[in-house]
Nanobody, 116 residues
């Protein structure tokens, strides 16, 4: 069992930055591929970024490439999402996701609002 708790969301002006954190409790954090998703009002949840468990290979949605960076610290059971050059269209609830071949866990989400 893994519990995920996101933090770091808030209100930021366009062009600003935020760093989201996802703290994982439970064992064997390093076995999971970690992903960030987001869901804007009235829209479906969409993939943002992922990082694999060992090689830390990363993958990004086209809409955030070059602006967002995902990273993980297996020693701290944590994954991060550094978001730069934020745009109003990045406004959403951001969710942390831990996935293995047989398991799938979600956090409760953290709100990010980009507005002047």
């Amino acid at each position: 069992q893994v519990q995920l708790v996101e933090s770091g969301g808030g209100l930021v002006q366009p062009g600003g930055s935020l760093r989201l954190s996802c703290a994982a409790s439970g064992s064997r954090f390093s076995i999971y591929t970690m992903r960030w998703y987001r869901q804007a009002p009235g829209k479906q949840r969409e993939f943002v970024a992922s990082i694999t468990r060992i090689s830390s290979t990363t993958n990004y949605a086209d809409s955030v490439k070059g602006r967002f960076t995902i990273s993980r610290d297996n020693a701290k059971n944590a994954v991060y999402l550094q978001m730069n050059s934020l745009k109003p269209e990045d406004t959403a609830v951001y969710y942390c996701n831990a996935v293995s071949s047989t398991l799938n866990y979600w956090g409760q989400g953290t709100q990010v609002t980009v507005s002047s």
